[in-house]
Every structure is written in C-alpha cells, then in structure tokens.
C-alpha cells in the first residue's frame, strides 16, 4: 500500500511542476481532472519546454535514460535519430539542450563572445569553493567571465601558444618519441604485439606534458622500478580524474549534499595531484631553477611562476589544469592510430611522407608534412575526443525554429554532425585528402562545412594546448610509422569517460619495417 501511495503522490506532483515549467503558469486543479495527464501535454510553442526529448521526471530530469554512462556517445546519436535536430534533456532540474544541425552550431559557436561561457564541471568547482585555502578561484577551465579572462590571459600567451615555445620543445619531443618506440620495441611479444597499448601511450603523453609544462623527465616510459613513486601517482591520478566528472556529471549528484563515494574519489585524486604539485613547485623554488638564466627553456611552471599580478593559489591550480587535460591526447593519438592502422594506402603515404624529413624533423619541416596533418585533421573529423562543445548561451538564439533564451547550456554535437552526409560527403569514410589543396598542401578551410570540425573547441575559449598537441601528434605518427608497419589487433572500440576514450585493452602489432 504504501509503495503505491508514494506513486500516486509522485505522479500528483511531477504533473504540477511539469505543467509549470512548461507553460510558465502553475497547474489549476481543474486541468489535472479535466485533462488526464497534462505532465504529458504541449500547450504553447514558445518555450525550451516545447523542444522534443525523452520523457522528463520531477528531480530526476531525463537521468533515467542514461543508464550505460560509458555508451553516451551512443546515446546522443540515438536521441538524434528519434527527436531530430534538436533535443532538451533535463540534468536533474538543469534544462540542457542538444544541437546537431550544422547551422545551429555554427550559430553558437561563431557567436562573437569577449567571455565565452562553458558550463564549468560541477564537482572541480564544488570542491574548489570548499577549499579557499588551497584555491582562490574556479581555476581557467572551470571560472567565468572577467576572472577567466584575466587567469587566461596570464597563464597561456607567453606559454602554451607561443610558436618559440613550440620550436624549443621539439627537440625534447623527438627525444620522447624515440624513448617511446624503444618502451614499444621492449614490451611487443614474440609476434610483435603490444597489449595494453592504451597504458603505453596514456604514459608517453603525460611524460611529454610533464617535460614541458613541469620541466622535469618523470621516468614514466623507463622500465618500472625506475620510477619515482610520487611521480607514478600523479600519472595515476591525473588519468582516474575523467572517469570520475563523468560519473559525478551524469550519474547522481548526491555529493553534492553529503561526501559520496564519487565525491571521496574525487577529493583524493585532487588531493594527490595538488600535493605533488606543490612538492615539485616547492623544489624548483629551493633550486632556484626560477632564477636561471636560460630563459628560451624555461619550463612552463617557472614561467607561470614568474607572472606578476597573480594569485599563488591560480598558479598552482593553472599548472594542475593544463596536467590534467592532456590526458585527451593519448585518446585522439590511439583513434588517430587505428584509422590509420585499417588504411594500407593512406599508411603507405605517411611513411613516405615521414621518409623525405629528417630524423628529427623541427617545426618548420612538421608544418610540411602536408598528408600526416590531413589524416590528423581527419581523425578529428570522425572520432574527436572532445565529441561536444558545451556553451552558456549570452544572448537569445532562434535554434531549429525554437526560440531559445540566454541562460541556457547548449550541448553542440560537433561529431554527429561531421558523420552526417548532409555535411560530409562520404562522412563515415576516412579520407585525409578532402583537406589537401590542388598542391597537395593541408588546408583546414578547403572542404565545405568544415567550421564545424571544432576538435579543440571555438573561439576566445579554444583549447591552448592545440598547437603543441598537434605538433606531438604529427612527430608519433611520423617517427611511429617510419619505424613501424602498424596493425590493431582489433577494431578500436569507443567509450565515454566524460571525453571520448579508446576502450582497452588495446592490442596492436608494431612490425618493423624492413
Ligand atoms: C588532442 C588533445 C586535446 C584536445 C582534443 C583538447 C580539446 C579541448 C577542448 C574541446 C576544449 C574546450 C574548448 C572550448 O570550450 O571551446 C579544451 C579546453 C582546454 N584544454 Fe584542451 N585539448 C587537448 C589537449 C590539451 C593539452 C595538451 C592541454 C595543456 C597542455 C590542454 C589544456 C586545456 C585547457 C587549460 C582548457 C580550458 C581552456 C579555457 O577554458 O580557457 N588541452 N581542450
């Protein structure tokens, strides 16, 4: 009996407040007798209440539907197929709106913005606001407006971006690169596979991040013994952190009134990362490597150590956002890898792209290799990591013939739309010379639709590690298949962990070429 009263008591309440939130008036006891289930009913076509989506629940939204958190990719391409262009989900009580027509996209994310807004990751900026001590604001990812912009300013132009930075990095990349092929070399079997590829390359790219952005070789690609074990754990916990935004993001968000299981996860994962952090920050102080002399190669931390008219605190949180980030380009390499394993031909051309450079080609010659940086440019295109930019509208926007207010989070489907054929011709096949020009020279603008191959995001907010992430993706694919004839064992399976992941164990065969 009691089960059954909840219900009844359960249905009562959810049809006021749908009633309401739909048509922005309250519920009259009359509609509910006179109309049945009006929770069920559209009566006026103006608000983001009217956009189609799947059956929204008091408290609960549409969490329901997404039971297989790993599978939301999956998800989004199937709430495409049934509603359309346009589709409102309810984050618990949060209206959150999917775009997947190009032209909507476009429209939001060309929207000219001095701060463009992104939904900050509800459980880092929870934690952060509980702990002043340690943190004086959101950090760049996570804060907004005016305090963003001074934090974005500070931390990445004479950093992340500059083309200098990138010159006198490329050699310690081509370093890593080559230690990377002889940690392959060692660890293949007999039958030349490597298992647990995935773990190989999560290490290379933290070890490269770690070089530039901490100005310290971690060891991570060194046999194991050999590493330190501090430096272990921040490895570990900085590849934990994705899995755990999305699962505090899609699953229950109890954390937020009492500490779970995900928010402890969270908290410890944070805990471990920032005290590393500090430790290392710490001995570079005590070292005096600060002082030094030699500005060109200067690590990122010294630089961002050296930045006047900025907190200690969003010093410290800068240096553990870019760490934590870089994660996404181990996932974008082994994509990149696969497409590339299952095209002989477009192999073929790489390596003998790859053979007319030098050893260790310099930024100069990178930006050459015109083949290597379409079929990058085409990964991107089919499997980007970051499969959806999210945006806090500023102004109104007419999306898909509704009318939709400033306020609300925007989930543009960047992927789906890039495997749509109504954007792509061929969407769903790999072909990396739809980006090369009659001169066979890369050109990002040269297929139509192609503002919507947004791998790192639009605007004022793109991603600043782009350019390095590009560079280092072209030296592995060009050191990688000039020693290697690369093969997957089996096809690369997708999974989300809050980005778009590879789903290990993956298993490929690095053959050498003779
Ligand atoms: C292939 C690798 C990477 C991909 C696909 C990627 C993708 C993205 C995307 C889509 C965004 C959101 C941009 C937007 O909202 O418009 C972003 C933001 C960001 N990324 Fe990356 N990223 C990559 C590598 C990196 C690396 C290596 C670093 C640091 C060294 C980094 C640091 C950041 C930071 C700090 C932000 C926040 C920027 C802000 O809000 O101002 N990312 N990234």
């Known amino acids: 009996m009691v089960p059954v009263t909840v219900i009844l008591i359960y249905i009562v309440v959810a049809s006021f407040l749908v009633y309401t939130f739909r048509n922005k008036k309250p519920l009259k006891w009359s509609d509910f007798f006179l109309n049945g289930f009006p929770m069920l009913k559209v009566i006026k076509n103006d608000n983001i209440y009217c956009i189609p989506g799947p059956l929204r629940l008091p408290f609960i939204g549409t969490k329901w539907q997404q039971i297989k958190m790993n599978k939301l990719h ?36 060309q929207f000219n913005s001095a701060y463009p807004f ?26 907004q407006g005016p305090q963003w912009a001074k934090l974005r300013s500070k931390l990445t132009p004479k950093t992340l971006e500059s083309k200098r ?38 290490m290379m790219s933290l070890e490269a991040s770690s070089s530039l952005i901490l100005g310290r070789r971690m060891g991570y690609l060194q ?34 009134y009492f500490p779970s299981r995900i928010y402890k996860e969270y908290a410890a994962n944070e805990e471990k990362i920032y005290n590393i952090i500090l430790e ?63 095209n002989a031909e477009v192999q073929e051309k790489i390596f003998q792209e790859s053979s007319l450079l030098s050893e260790n080609p310099s930024l100069d010659e990178l930006n050459k290799a015109h083949y290597t940086r379409a079929a990058i440019q085409e990964s991107f295109r089919i499997s980007p990591s970051a499969f959806a930019v999210a945006r806090i509208l500023e102004q109104d926007f007419n999306l898909s ?54 791998p790192f995001g639009c605007g004022r907010r793109t991603c600043p590690g782009k350019k390095l992430s590009e560079m280092e993706l072209v030296i592995l694919v060009i050191k990688l298949v000039r020693e290697f004839k690369i093969e997957y064992m089996s096809p690369c399976e997708q999974q989300f962990e809050f980005v778009l992941a590879p789903r290990g164990p993956i298993n490929i065969k690095f053959e050498n070429r003779v």
């Open 223 to 256: 046999e194991s013994g050999e590493n330190n074990e501090n430096f272990m754990e921040l490895g570990n916990a900085a590849k934990n952190i994705f899995a755990i935004f999305r699962d505090a993001f899609y699953g229950n968000c109890l954390w937020k």
């Open 118 to 143: 992104r939904p900050p990751t509800e459980i880092v900026s929870f934690y952060r606001q509980k702990h002043p001590e340690r943190y004086s604001s959101l950090g760049l990812v996570n804060e």
């Open 165 to 202: 930075m990138l010159s006198t990095f490329c050699p310690e990349l081509n370093e890593i690169c080559d230690e990377f092929i002889n940690a392959i070399k060692q660890k293949r079997n007999a039958n030349n596979v490597l298992e647990n590829f995935d773990d190989l390359m999560k």
């Open 401 to 454: 013939e509704y009318h939709v207010e400033a306020g609300n989070i925007v989930l543009c489907h960047n992927m789906i739309a890039c495997n749509n054929e109504e954007n792509f011709e061929n969407a769903k096949e790999f072909i990396p010379e739809r980006w090369l020009n009659e001169n066979g020279e890369m050109n990002p603008n040269q297929p139509t639709n192609s503002s919507i191959v947004v």
């Open 74 to 109: 999956e998800y989004y391409a199937d709430l495409n197929k049934t509603y359309g262009n346009i589709v409102m989900e309810m984050n618990g009580n949060i209206p959150v709106i999917s775009l997947f027509k190009r032209e909507d996209i476009e429209k939001v994310l």
């Open 280 to 342: 290392i920050i710490k001995n570079t102080i005590q070292n005096n490597e600060f002082m030094a002399q030699d500005k060109e190669n200067e690590s990122i931390l010294v630089k961002i150590l050296k930045t006047e008219g900025l907190d200690i605190r969003d010093k410290i949180s800068g240096v553990i956002d870019f760490l934590t980030a870089t994660q996404v380009l181990s996932h974008t390499a082994i994509f990149l890898l696969s497409f590339i394993s299952s």
